[in-house]
């Protein structure tokens, strides 16, 4: 859908320039390098001003990433920690985005309120510091204990060999991934159910758990940014992605707020202007 828009617009934006060659070529009396010259020169300042145009109408939202780490260790064999060892931070579940522009985003972690009673953290501790991103990506290693050990090396004792989780853009849509040394996983998962065997590893032990196609996020913010109307059918196009996404292991709440899966959940937060 999202490629299908640049698609259009790209079209929209030749066609222009063609009217423009023409226009200048046929009606003006320029020869026709005047009239292509003229063309591009039309062509780069209505893109400059449609690019200004769309960073003067940015709206900024909010998008919350909660990252279920009780499944997570479920799935790997893995017992959770009473607490965290001297010097160890544990991993956040929960990861906050604010896009203040396109390219841009202020980013902070925080834990669930469950997991900071447990680590009997204060209001002001269970969240990081705000940061820049001009990306949505993060990772950290996966708490817990190593319930199996292997031959070649008992990965209780050995803080290298546990796995991390990690969140970032894939070929076609923003993935989490599993990364463990490939060395050790190929006896360690031998303990596992036979959906994590089949897992496709790559040569650097990245393995995808989870999918969400890079359109859904526009598409769902442009429902909360522009009314509904003629030419922009929101109810079908909905559904359309519901069908996608259920196919890559989503789920939906009734208003659409929030989507979920095995071990993600992603919230849209809207960011309402002072009054």
Known sequence: MRLARQLLEACALALTAGAVIVVFHYFGGFSFRASLLLGVC???VAMWVYQTYKVAMFKPYGLQ???NLEALREDLGM???????????PAHELYN?????AGLFVHYREYVTRTANELKLTGRDTRTDDEYRSAIRFGDTIPGILKFSTES????TTMFWMPRFIFLYGWTGF???LQVVPEWWSEYKKHLSSEMQHLHVDYDGLMVLANLPYGYIPDHIRRWHEPTNLFYPFDRIHRQWKSKLAKHGWSFTDTGEEISSRYLIVR?????PAS
């Open 42 to 44: 039309f062509t780069i």
């Open 79 to 89: 017992e959770k920690c009473i607490e965290p060892t001297d010097g160890e931070e």
């Open 97 to 101: 985005f604010t896009a203040i522009s």
């Open 65 to 67: 990433v909660f990252v």
């Open 175 to 177: 993935e989490l991934k």
């Open 153 to 156: 090396i008992n990965p209780k």
């Open 268 to 272: 849209y937060r809207p960011i309402w």
